[in-house]
């Protein structure tokens, strides 16, 4: 019942067409079309019961969608054999809780199809990596929720996946294992791996994340680069003597807004590139600038600005 | 080692951790400690000795039976209580998820489980089977006539029950599963009880009844056929105990029992497949 694995036809990590899931009359994800460039830290964003978590199980083969379809690292996503690229901490990571650490992570890691030689030197490692190497041998039963989530991480990529699936990862750790998890993610970028992080903490996807998508009842609702692109709404807030009322015609091929109030001019303009040619064109309008910043819109402001104010996070 | 092996023994470990098992175990070893008192009150009563060999080995076979039967009961019980949450259970937790997104087909992930459960399974009735055995043979001196026969068809019982639970489990709630399962078991109790009755008053609708019963579950049915090849034939004419099969079901009956479990197991393997966790 193996599956060969062929090479892979394209270069995103992730690639779905129009993915449908629809539970009796209820519809989870109206249809998600979504594209991962592999190796790229890539935010899911979204409020509760925006379809994020049926996504994230119809790409991980949990749960079988309706309609449309997704390609994981080249290959269909019901390939079994293509699971072992892929490592997943669930929400809410739980297991046998008589288990000891040392021995859930030796279980996971044979079930990825390890062999002893590589589970005798990683397992201790990764228990190293995520910070609970003085508990390798305690019972998983005595592991508060923090705990759970590191040794849940450590499972998830013990196999040195190329894709690897975070759904909650910072909930329930403490800065320092926060902190700890983001260290952890810069580390599998550098390894090349992709990561798809599902996340409520906008703070921590800004920080971390070179791209995230944004989505509501099932379909994607807008995306911004955190990284390369200038892509995204900036704020820029003037401070000038001898603004007028013309000038505004002249700015409006760079400006989404622009209004004046008395010694102040609040703009928005969709490209860092833009803003050269904003200045110059309010210098030779001759209006005398005292004051020129860009802000870009926090990760926050976005989210609230496409979910709209009043949806729950 | 495949991922199926790897499952079976995991859950192997954990369905032996079971406190319910412990619970079973020490219901056996209860249940045997009374047994075996009774059986040597029996063997040493005055009256007793006074019957003749014969009739009072005749009884002491006929006891024999009855802790079979109690050690079957326990031992179908103890299949469903510990098994009953094992993928209900875990589907609601999220157990499962980390698991099933492994490389590991669905069909493998359920046979393992189904494995590990099996070889638990094996070991409570080798355990408590080889209990009564004990007694019979040590302190009442009797011993069944084809106890691996027996033992082997108590075990196919116990399988039955135990795919019923995984395929009901694929299905609904742990309660829900639990209810389904007890429920047929005990309705193929009764309709035993009615076959055999039927078969001493001679109404065929009541040993219809009771045949209809064996196909809805076959799992009494199994239970009558262990009894059956562990008692001698002088004991199944003489009729001395309420186990004395006299109506036991055919092996055609077993081979329905047999396609049955597989039958299970398939829908079970099919509906794992097909639904969400």
Known sequence: MTEDL?????????DTIRLRKQFGSKVAVRGLSLQVRRGE?????????????????????????????AQILGHPFSNVEIRRKIGFLPEDFRFYD???????????????????????????AYIDLVGLTPHRDRRLRGFSKGMMQRIGLAQALIHEPELVFLDEPT??????????????????????????????LLSEVEITCD???????????????????????????????????EILPGLAQWTCSAQIQDDRLQLSTNSMECLPEILRHLVCSDVHVFEFTPQRLSLEESFLKIMGEDQGL | MTPLWIIAGITFREAARRKILWTALLAAAAFLALFATGMHF?????HFQRVPPLIRNQILSAMLQVGFYAMDLLAVLMTVLTSVDSLSGEIASSTIHAVATKPIHRWQLLLGKWLGFAAMIAAYVALVFGGVYA?????????????????????????????????????????????????????????????????????????????LSSVIMPSEAIWRRASYVMQSSIART????????????????????AIYLLLALSAALYRFRQRDL
């Open chain 1, 211 to 245: 791209t995230v998508v944004f989505i509501k009842q099932g379909q994607v609702v807008g995306s911004r680069d955190l990284r390369s692109s200038p892509d995204g709404e900036i704020h820029v807030h003037v401070r000038a003597h001898n603004l007028r009322p």
């Open chain 2, 42 to 46: 029996q063997v040493y009563s005055p």
């Open chain 1, 171 to 200: 909930s329930g750790l403490d800065p320092m294992g926060r902190h700890l998890v983001r260290d952890i993610i810069r580390n599998e970028r550098k390894r090349g791996a992709t990561v798809f992080l599902n996340s409520h």
């Open chain 1, 41 to 69: 830290i890539f935010g899911f964003l979204g409020p509760n019961g925006a379809g994020k978590s049926t996504s994230i199980k119809m790409l991980l083969g949990l749960v079988w969608p309706t309609s449309g379809q």
């Open chain 1, 98 to 124: 008589w288990l000891t650490a040392s021995e859930l992570l030796a279980l996971h890691a044979r079930l990825c199809g390890l062999t002893p030689a590589q589970l005798r030197e990683r397992v201790p």
């Open chain 2, 135 to 211: 007694v019979g043979r040590f302190i009442g001196g009797v011993q069944p006539r084809g106890a691996l026969a027996g033992a082997s068809f108590i075990y196919l019982e116990c399988l039955l029950v135990l795919t019923l639970t995984f395929l009901f489990g694929t299905m609904f709630s742990t309660l829900t599963n639990g209810v389904i399962v007890l429920g047929l078991h005990g309705l193929a109790f009764i309709g035993g009880w009615l076959e055999q009755i039927g078969t001493v008053t001679q109404s065929d609708r009541l040993i219809n009844l009771g045949i």
């Open chain 1, 6 to 14: 062929l090479p892979p036809t394209n270069d995103l990590a992730i």
């Open chain 2, 238 to 257: 003489l009729d001395l105990s309420p186990f004395a099969t006299r109506s036991a079901p055919s092996a055609t009956m077993m081979l329905y029992a």
